[in-house]
């Protein structure tokens, strides 16, 4: 079904994530098991499918129906964006001549307000010296939310920032983002004074393996999402009650407080790196809950 064709070309033309390239895979050989399944129960059973030619858009709004019984629509569209990625792909190749994907409605989306913590409780914290400790892993640990909550970058980009990334004389650090693009945040002083501190620490540990990556484990390895995930969880925890408590929650925060602060949307987008502007005005919708709720408390006829 030309998926290796397929996939060559989202990683080396388009230059994808690796995260990105195995989650078009696995879409798509979720998709093509969905088609050729001898254990479906729609009586004739279907003839096996061995060309992309042959699939219609009848094969892929039955698989959305099967997928919305176990995903969630965000889920959902996101499978049938692979596929029409897939199929524009394969038409631009002259494999197929028409686009099966191109016909299929995307499921409608319950739009959430993004979760965000209080900031004033989460600057308490990083301002309580007994909170982290002085050592490297305390130290460690802190810098992570203060990264996370004063710049605004993804898990994935913390996860990839290297110590050469940081520009002391300049305050600011080099992300490397989405479709590797690179984008420059400024530091603030805590935060500056904070890596040096860190910087410091990571040294005088002595780790045999001298990773370039800025953020290491206690062994001094690169770390790995779920590290930092759970290292996020465990401080958020303390200061709120919350089921969901995920880094992305800090960059959710890092934006509604400048939101809230006056800052312009256009440069909230570039600090977060959005393509987009439509996808940072989310964060407008907070900021007019948030009015809401103080015009409730102030206002004698709220």
Same mark, same amino acid.
């Given at each position: 079904?030309? !998926?290796?064709?397929?996939?060559?070309?989202?990683?080396?033309?388009?230059?994808?994530?690796?995260?990105?390239?195995?989650?078009? *895979?696995?879409?798509?050989?979720?998709?093509?098991?969905?088609?050729?399944?001898?254990?479906?129960?729609?009586?004739? #059973?279907?003839?096996?499918?061995?060309?992309?030619?042959?699939?219609?858009?009848?094969?892929?709004?039955?698989?959305?129906?099967?997928?919305?019984?176990?995903?969630?629509?965000?889920?959902?569209?996101? /499978?049938?964006?692979?596929?029409?990625?897939?199929?524009?792909?394969?038409?631009?190749?002259?494999?197929?001549?028409?686009?099966?994907?191109?016909?299929? *409605?995307?499921?409608?989306?319950?739009?959430? !307000? #993004?979760?965000?913590?209080?900031?004033?409780?989460?600057?308490?914290?990083?301002?309580?010296?007994?909170?982290?400790?002085?050592?490297?892993?305390?130290?460690?640990?802190?810098?992570?939310?203060?990264?996370?909550?004063?710049?605004?970058?993804?898990?994935?980009?913390?996860?990839?920032?290297?110590?050469?990334?940081?520009?002391?004389?300049?305050?600011?650090?080099?992300?490397?983002?989405?479709?590797?693009?690179?984008?420059?945040?400024?530091?603030? *002083?805590?935060? @500056?004074?904070?890596?040096?501190?860190?910087?410091?620490? /990571?040294?005088?540990?002595?780790?045999?393996?001298?990773?370039?990556?800025?953020?290491?484990?206690?062994?001094?390895?690169?770390?790995? #999402? /779920?590290?930092?995930?759970?290292?996020?969880?465990?401080?958020?925890?303390?200061?709120?009650?919350?089921? @969901? @408590?995920? #880094?992305?929650?800090?960059?959710?925060?890092?934006?509604?407080?400048?939101?809230?602060?006056?800052?312009?949307?256009?440069?909230?987008?570039? !600090?977060?790196?959005?393509?987009?502007?439509?996808?940072? *005005?989310?964060?407008?919708?907070?900021?007019?809950?948030? !009015?809401?709720?103080?015009?409730?408390?102030?206002?004698?006829?709220?």
């Amino acid at each position: 079904m030309f !998926l290796e064709r397929f996939i060559q070309y989202i990683q080396y033309e388009k230059r994808y994530s690796p995260h990105t390239v195995s989650a078009y *895979q696995s879409d798509l050989e979720q998709f093509f098991t969905f088609l050729n399944n001898p254990g479906r129960t729609d009586p004739p #059973p279907p003839p096996e499918i061995t060309h992309p030619s042959e699939v219609t858009y009848h094969h892929i709004r039955n698989w959305m129906v099967h997928l919305m019984e176990d995903h969630t629509a965000r889920s959902v569209n996101r /499978k049938l964006a692979t596929l029409r990625k897939y199929f524009k792909f394969l038409l631009r190749e002259s494999l197929i001549t028409g686009n099966p994907a191109s016909k299929v *409605q995307s499921p409608k989306i319950v739009k959430h !307000l #993004p979760i965000v913590v209080e900031d004033e409780k989460l600057n308490a914290m990083l301002n309580d010296a007994t909170a982290f400790g002085d050592k490297f892993e305390g130290v460690r640990d802190k810098l992570i939310i203060e990264i996370l909550f004063g710049t605004g970058i993804r898990l994935a980009e913390l996860v990839g920032l290297k110590e050469e990334g940081v520009d002391f004389h300049n305050g600011t650090i080099k992300v490397l983002g989405k479709r590797n693009k690179e984008r420059i945040i400024p530091i603030n *002083q805590e935060l @500056k004074q904070l890596l040096v501190r860190y910087s410091e620490l /990571k040294k005088s540990e002595n780790f045999h393996n001298n990773s370039l990556t800025l953020i290491v484990t206690n062994k001094g390895t690169e770390a790995y #999402p /779920k590290f930092i995930y759970l290292i996020v969880q465990r401080y958020l925890s303390y200061i709120s009650t919350q089921d @969901k @408590k995920s #880094p992305h929650v800090l960059r959710h925060t890092f934006a509604t407080s400048l939101l809230n602060r006056g800052a312009d949307l256009n440069a909230i987008k570039e !600090l977060l790196g959005h393509a987009n502007l439509s996808a940072t *005005q989310v964060y407008t919708h907070n900021s007019v809950e948030r !009015l809401k709720s103080i015009y409730k408390q102030a206002h004698p006829k709220a």
